[in-house]
Protein backbone atom coordinates (compact mmCIF):
# COMPACT_ATOMS: atom_id res chain seq x y z
CA UNK A 1 0.00 0.00 0.00
CA UNK A 2 1.44 3.40 -0.73
CA UNK A 3 2.42 5.64 1.95
CA UNK A 4 -0.23 8.65 3.09
CA UNK A 5 0.35 11.78 3.16
CA UNK A 6 -0.70 13.95 5.83
CA UNK A 7 -0.89 18.29 5.17
CA UNK A 8 2.45 18.82 6.85
CA UNK A 9 3.68 15.87 5.03
CA UNK A 10 3.73 14.77 1.19
CA UNK A 11 5.89 11.64 1.15
CA UNK A 12 6.54 10.88 -2.75
CA UNK A 13 5.73 7.49 -2.92
CA UNK A 14 6.43 6.48 -6.92
CA UNK A 15 9.63 4.29 -5.62
CA UNK A 16 7.69 2.96 -2.21
CA UNK A 17 7.75 -0.91 -3.10
CA UNK A 18 6.20 -3.30 -0.18
CA UNK A 19 7.30 -6.74 -0.22
CA UNK A 20 5.71 -9.62 -1.53
CA UNK A 21 3.73 -10.24 1.41
CA UNK A 22 2.57 -6.84 2.31
CA UNK A 23 1.20 -6.92 -1.45
CA UNK A 24 -0.83 -9.54 -0.18
CA UNK A 25 -4.70 -9.07 0.82
CA UNK A 26 -4.82 -8.69 4.46
CA UNK A 27 -7.63 -8.14 7.30
CA UNK A 28 -7.60 -4.74 9.55
CA UNK A 29 -8.95 -5.49 13.08
CA UNK A 30 -9.74 -9.07 11.51
CA UNK A 31 -12.33 -7.25 9.58
CA UNK A 32 -11.68 -7.41 5.45
CA UNK A 33 -11.38 -4.50 3.53
CA UNK A 34 -14.50 -2.96 2.09
CA UNK A 35 -13.34 -3.18 -1.23
CA UNK A 36 -9.24 -4.18 -2.59
CA UNK A 37 -8.20 -3.80 -5.72
CA UNK A 38 -4.72 -5.80 -6.52
CA UNK A 39 -2.55 -5.34 -9.42
CA UNK A 40 -5.37 -3.79 -11.58
CA UNK A 41 -3.47 -2.71 -15.27
CA UNK A 42 -6.07 -2.16 -18.47
CA UNK A 43 -5.02 -0.71 -22.08
CA UNK A 44 -7.27 -0.13 -24.94
CA UNK A 45 -6.30 -0.92 -28.57
CA UNK A 46 -6.14 2.37 -30.57
CA UNK A 47 -5.63 3.20 -34.23
CA UNK A 48 -1.90 3.88 -33.19
CA UNK A 49 -1.20 1.35 -31.27
CA UNK A 50 -1.67 -0.27 -27.55
CA UNK A 51 -2.47 2.72 -25.04
CA UNK A 52 -1.58 1.60 -21.59
CA UNK A 53 -4.47 3.43 -19.26
CA UNK A 54 -3.78 2.01 -15.71
CA UNK A 55 -0.86 0.33 -14.54
CA UNK A 56 -0.35 -2.04 -11.36
CA UNK A 57 -2.68 -0.51 -9.46
CA UNK A 58 -3.28 -1.52 -5.96
CA UNK A 59 -5.49 0.09 -3.37
CA UNK A 60 -7.34 -0.44 -0.13
CA UNK A 61 -11.12 0.76 0.82
CA UNK A 62 -12.17 0.14 4.65
CA UNK A 63 -15.95 0.22 5.58
CA UNK A 64 -17.56 3.77 5.83
CA UNK A 65 -14.49 5.30 4.14
CA UNK A 66 -15.26 8.09 1.49
CA UNK A 67 -12.32 8.55 -1.07
CA UNK A 68 -11.82 10.70 -3.89
CA UNK A 69 -9.51 10.05 -7.12
CA UNK A 70 -8.31 13.00 -9.01
CA UNK A 71 -5.65 13.39 -11.39
CA UNK A 72 -4.85 14.81 -15.06
CA UNK A 73 -7.08 14.28 -17.51
CA UNK A 74 -6.77 10.41 -19.49
CA UNK A 75 -4.98 9.22 -16.21
CA UNK A 76 -7.36 6.28 -15.69
CA UNK A 77 -10.07 7.54 -13.27
CA UNK A 78 -13.03 6.77 -14.74
CA UNK A 79 -11.71 3.57 -15.76
CA UNK A 80 -10.61 2.46 -12.68
CA UNK A 81 -14.30 3.31 -10.94
CA UNK A 82 -15.77 1.41 -13.90
CA UNK A 83 -13.65 -1.85 -13.35
CA UNK A 84 -14.35 -1.64 -9.90
CA UNK A 85 -18.27 -1.31 -10.55
CA UNK A 86 -17.37 -4.18 -12.83
CA UNK A 87 -18.42 -2.67 -16.22
CA UNK A 88 -15.16 -3.23 -17.34
CA UNK A 89 -12.65 -5.72 -17.41
CA UNK A 90 -9.55 -5.67 -16.66
CA UNK A 91 -6.31 -6.46 -18.42
CA UNK A 92 -4.73 -8.05 -15.17
CA UNK A 93 -5.61 -7.85 -10.92
CA UNK A 94 -8.23 -8.96 -9.43
CA UNK A 95 -10.91 -6.83 -7.59
CA UNK A 96 -12.81 -7.91 -4.16
CA UNK A 97 -15.92 -6.81 -2.08
CA UNK A 98 -16.12 -7.86 1.06
CA UNK A 99 -13.64 -10.47 0.55
CA UNK A 100 -15.79 -11.62 -2.93
CA UNK A 101 -14.35 -11.32 -5.98
CA UNK A 102 -16.06 -8.53 -8.43
CA UNK A 103 -16.54 -10.67 -12.08
CA UNK A 104 -19.55 -7.91 -12.98
CA UNK A 105 -21.84 -5.40 -12.00
CA UNK A 106 -24.03 -6.16 -8.42
CA UNK A 107 -26.71 -4.73 -6.92
CA UNK A 108 -23.83 -4.70 -3.89
CA UNK A 109 -22.02 -1.46 -6.38
CA UNK A 110 -24.61 0.86 -7.74
CA UNK A 111 -23.42 3.78 -10.02
CA UNK A 112 -24.04 7.54 -10.37
CA UNK A 113 -22.94 8.74 -13.31
CA UNK A 114 -22.39 12.59 -14.57
CA UNK A 115 -25.73 12.93 -15.82
CA UNK A 116 -28.25 11.81 -13.72
CA UNK A 117 -29.56 8.95 -16.38
CA UNK A 118 -33.52 9.07 -14.86
CA UNK A 119 -35.91 7.89 -16.87
CA UNK A 120 -38.00 10.75 -18.69
CA UNK A 121 -41.38 8.89 -18.27
CA UNK A 122 -41.42 8.38 -14.65
CA UNK A 123 -41.95 10.98 -12.62
CA UNK A 124 -39.44 11.67 -9.41
CA UNK A 125 -40.75 8.98 -6.83
CA UNK A 126 -41.35 6.63 -9.47
CA UNK A 127 -37.83 6.47 -10.43
CA UNK A 128 -36.32 6.19 -7.14
CA UNK A 129 -39.11 3.39 -6.74
CA UNK A 130 -38.10 1.54 -9.93
CA UNK A 131 -35.06 -0.85 -8.84
CA UNK A 132 -36.91 -1.27 -5.65
CA UNK A 133 -39.53 -2.78 -8.17
CA UNK A 134 -36.51 -5.30 -9.67
CA UNK A 135 -36.24 -6.03 -6.16
CA UNK A 136 -39.36 -7.26 -5.41
CA UNK A 137 -40.49 -4.81 -3.18
CA UNK A 138 -44.34 -4.06 -2.94
CA UNK A 139 -45.95 -0.78 -3.83
CA UNK A 140 -46.18 0.25 -0.30
CA UNK A 141 -42.72 -0.56 1.23
CA UNK A 142 -41.39 0.91 -2.66
CA UNK A 143 -43.64 4.16 -2.12
CA UNK A 144 -42.21 4.26 1.55
CA UNK A 145 -38.60 3.47 1.00
CA UNK A 146 -38.90 6.13 -2.07
CA UNK A 147 -40.04 8.80 0.13
CA UNK A 148 -37.78 8.05 3.30
CA UNK A 149 -35.23 8.68 0.43
CA UNK A 150 -36.32 11.70 -1.29
CA UNK A 151 -36.71 13.68 2.05
CA UNK A 152 -32.75 12.60 2.93
CA UNK A 153 -32.02 14.73 0.06
CA UNK A 154 -34.93 17.27 0.08
CA UNK A 155 -37.17 16.58 -2.64
CA UNK A 156 -39.78 15.00 -1.00
CA UNK A 157 -42.46 17.87 -2.78
CA UNK A 158 -41.57 17.37 -5.55
CA UNK A 159 -42.80 13.49 -5.58
CA UNK A 160 -44.55 13.98 -8.07
CA UNK A 161 -42.97 16.24 -10.55
CA UNK A 162 -41.85 14.97 -14.10
CA UNK A 163 -37.94 14.92 -14.86
CA UNK A 164 -38.23 17.67 -17.41
CA UNK A 165 -39.64 20.26 -14.60
CA UNK A 166 -36.04 19.44 -12.75
CA UNK A 167 -33.03 21.63 -12.64
CA UNK A 168 -29.63 19.52 -12.96
CA UNK A 169 -28.72 19.72 -9.48
CA UNK A 170 -32.15 18.12 -8.80
CA UNK A 171 -32.36 15.75 -11.11
CA UNK A 172 -28.68 14.46 -9.69
CA UNK A 173 -30.31 14.55 -6.01
CA UNK A 174 -33.03 12.27 -7.58
CA UNK A 175 -30.68 9.84 -9.15
CA UNK A 176 -28.43 9.95 -5.41
CA UNK A 177 -31.99 8.85 -3.44
CA UNK A 178 -32.71 6.06 -6.13
CA UNK A 179 -29.01 4.89 -5.30
CA UNK A 180 -29.20 5.25 -1.85
CA UNK A 181 -33.02 3.51 -1.98
CA UNK A 182 -31.44 -0.04 -3.25
CA UNK A 183 -29.12 0.08 -0.31
CA UNK A 184 -26.13 -0.68 -1.79
CA UNK A 185 -22.12 -1.34 -0.12
CA UNK A 186 -20.82 0.83 -1.90
CA UNK A 187 -21.32 4.11 -3.82
CA UNK A 188 -19.44 4.59 -6.88
CA UNK A 189 -19.66 8.84 -8.12
CA UNK A 190 -18.34 9.23 -11.37
CA UNK A 191 -17.61 12.94 -11.75
CA UNK A 192 -21.80 13.34 -10.69
CA UNK A 193 -21.25 17.30 -9.95
CA UNK A 194 -19.57 18.32 -12.95
CA UNK A 195 -21.51 19.79 -15.18
CA UNK A 196 -23.17 21.88 -12.64
CA UNK A 197 -23.11 25.73 -11.99
CA UNK A 198 -21.06 26.67 -8.38
CA UNK A 199 -23.71 27.45 -6.49
CA UNK A 200 -25.36 24.20 -7.05
CA UNK A 201 -22.35 22.10 -6.67
CA UNK A 202 -21.76 24.24 -3.65
CA UNK A 203 -25.42 23.03 -1.83
CA UNK A 204 -24.67 18.85 -3.34
CA UNK A 205 -21.30 19.26 -1.49
CA UNK A 206 -23.15 20.16 1.81
CA UNK A 207 -26.21 17.71 0.91
CA UNK A 208 -23.78 14.46 0.25
CA UNK A 209 -21.67 15.01 2.72
CA UNK A 210 -24.28 14.98 5.16
CA UNK A 211 -26.17 12.17 3.85
CA UNK A 212 -22.68 10.15 4.29
CA UNK A 213 -22.81 11.43 8.04
CA UNK A 214 -26.37 9.44 8.18
CA UNK A 215 -25.67 6.63 6.45
CA UNK A 216 -21.86 6.10 6.20
CA UNK A 217 -22.11 4.24 3.18
CA UNK A 218 -18.47 3.19 1.62
CA UNK A 219 -18.49 5.72 -1.49
CA UNK A 220 -15.79 5.56 -3.78
CA UNK A 221 -16.08 9.68 -6.18
CA UNK A 222 -14.07 10.23 -9.20
CA UNK A 223 -13.62 13.62 -9.80
CA UNK A 224 -11.28 16.23 -11.71
CA UNK A 225 -11.93 18.85 -9.07
CA UNK A 226 -9.21 19.09 -6.63
CA UNK A 227 -11.21 21.40 -4.18
CA UNK A 228 -14.05 18.93 -4.29
CA UNK A 229 -12.30 16.50 -3.63
CA UNK A 230 -10.87 18.36 -0.23
CA UNK A 231 -14.26 18.97 0.88
CA UNK A 232 -15.39 15.39 0.28
CA UNK A 233 -13.28 12.85 1.34
CA UNK A 234 -11.19 11.20 4.31
CA UNK A 235 -8.76 10.30 1.81
CA UNK A 236 -7.80 11.64 -1.70
CA UNK A 237 -5.91 9.14 -4.35
CA UNK A 238 -3.71 11.04 -6.70
CA UNK A 239 -3.13 8.90 -10.37
CA UNK A 240 -0.26 10.21 -12.63
CA UNK A 241 -0.34 10.34 -16.12
CA UNK A 242 -1.39 7.84 -18.34
CA UNK A 243 -0.67 4.70 -17.67
CA UNK A 244 -2.17 5.97 -14.09
CA UNK A 245 -0.67 4.35 -11.02
CA UNK A 246 -1.19 5.63 -7.78
CA UNK A 247 1.20 8.40 -6.82
CA UNK A 248 0.14 9.87 -3.92
CA UNK A 249 -2.36 9.17 -1.12
CA UNK A 250 -3.77 12.21 0.76
CA UNK A 251 -5.32 11.96 3.68
CA UNK A 252 -7.65 15.00 4.73
CA UNK A 253 -8.21 15.74 8.48
CA UNK A 254 -11.14 18.15 8.51
CA UNK A 255 -14.22 17.83 10.39
CA UNK A 256 -17.16 17.56 8.90
CA UNK A 257 -19.59 19.20 7.14
CA UNK A 258 -16.61 21.17 5.27
CA UNK A 259 -17.38 24.37 3.33
CA UNK A 260 -15.86 24.86 -0.20
CA UNK A 261 -14.62 28.57 0.89
CA UNK A 262 -12.77 27.24 4.04
CA UNK A 263 -9.31 28.19 4.16
CA UNK A 264 -8.18 24.95 5.14
CA UNK A 265 -10.05 23.48 2.62
CA UNK A 266 -8.47 26.27 0.29
CA UNK A 267 -4.73 25.12 2.29
CA UNK A 268 -5.34 21.30 1.41
CA UNK A 269 -6.45 21.90 -2.26
CA UNK A 270 -2.96 24.38 -2.58
CA UNK A 271 -0.57 21.76 -2.00
CA UNK A 272 -2.51 19.06 -3.69
CA UNK A 273 -2.39 21.19 -6.50
CA UNK A 274 1.85 21.31 -6.87
CA UNK A 275 1.96 17.81 -6.23
CA UNK A 276 -0.22 17.34 -9.15
CA UNK A 277 1.75 20.10 -11.12
CA UNK A 278 4.23 17.46 -12.79
CA UNK A 279 1.80 15.63 -14.24
CA UNK A 280 -0.33 18.36 -15.46
CA UNK A 281 2.93 19.61 -17.31
CA UNK A 282 3.06 16.58 -18.92
CA UNK A 283 -0.35 16.20 -20.31
CA UNK A 284 -0.28 19.70 -21.91
CA UNK A 285 3.46 18.80 -23.81
CA UNK A 286 2.05 16.36 -24.94
CA UNK A 287 -1.06 17.72 -26.52
CA UNK A 288 0.50 21.07 -27.06
CA UNK A 289 0.44 22.08 -31.08
CA UNK A 290 3.98 21.81 -32.51
CA UNK A 291 4.17 25.51 -33.04
CA UNK A 292 2.68 26.62 -29.31
CA UNK A 293 4.98 28.29 -26.66
CA UNK A 294 4.77 25.27 -24.18
CA UNK A 295 7.07 27.26 -21.69
CA UNK A 296 4.48 30.19 -22.10
CA UNK A 297 1.08 28.19 -21.31
CA UNK A 298 2.25 25.67 -18.48
CA UNK A 299 3.32 29.35 -17.22
CA UNK A 300 -0.05 30.77 -17.28
CA UNK A 301 -1.56 27.70 -15.77
CA UNK A 302 0.77 27.59 -12.78
CA UNK A 303 0.11 31.43 -11.40
CA UNK A 304 -3.18 30.44 -10.90
CA UNK A 305 -3.60 28.86 -8.25
CA UNK A 306 -7.11 29.38 -7.69
CA UNK A 307 -7.86 27.04 -10.11
CA UNK A 308 -8.19 24.08 -8.98
CA UNK A 309 -10.35 22.01 -11.79
CA UNK A 310 -8.22 20.17 -13.76
CA UNK A 311 -9.94 18.36 -16.21
CA UNK A 312 -11.78 15.12 -16.97
CA UNK A 313 -10.57 11.50 -17.48
CA UNK A 314 -10.98 8.33 -19.05
Not at 206 to 234: G, M, P, S
Request: net charge neutral.
Amino acid sequence: MPEIAGIENLIDIDHVKADNEQQKSHKVSGVWPKLRVQHISKSFQSKNGRFYVLEDINLEIQQGEFVCIVGPSGCGKTTLLNIVAGLEKADSGEVWADNHKINGAGTDRVVIFQEAALFPWLNVVKNVEFGLKLKGFNGRERRNTAIEYLKMVHLSKFQHAQVHELSGGMKQRVAIARALAMNPEMLLMDEPFSSLDAQTRWILHYELQNIWLKTRKTILFVTHNIREAVCLADRIIILSTSPGKIKKEFLVELPRPRDDNDVNVAEYSTRIMKELKAEIDKVMKCEMDADSCIECDIKCTTERPAKTDIGGGI
